[in-house]
């Protein structure tokens, strides 16, 4: 239920919809919603949550970055391997 919770609060706060419409499609109550949402602002784990969503953006943005390096650097290898012979 706590991953339900999670997730219509998620769904809520990014979708762009509006917090009426996200709890009509959940099937839950407007102001069951508008608890939740006051709940995981309060808890402590929903600012851990963002700050290792921020964390995992940061690593996939290094990783990208590492690959393209990495392609730029084989392909170095290939033409000074051809040069040499």
């Known amino acids: 239920m706590k991953d339900f919770k999670r997730d219509a609060v998620r769904i809520a706060t ?4 509006t917090r009426r419409q996200v709890a009509s499609d ?11 949402m006051r709940d995981y602002s309060t808890d402590p784990t929903a600012a851990e949550d963002a700050e290792l969503r921020r964390e995992n953006e940061r690593l996939r943005k ?3 970055i590492l690959r393209e390096e990495r392609e730029v650097l084989k392909k170095a290898a290939i033409l000074f391997a051809s040069q040499k012979q």
């Open 14 to 17: 990014h979708s762009g919809l």
């Open 26 to 36: 959940l099937g839950v109550g407007f102001s069951t919603l508008g608890k939740w």
């Open 62 to 64: 290094e990783n990208r």
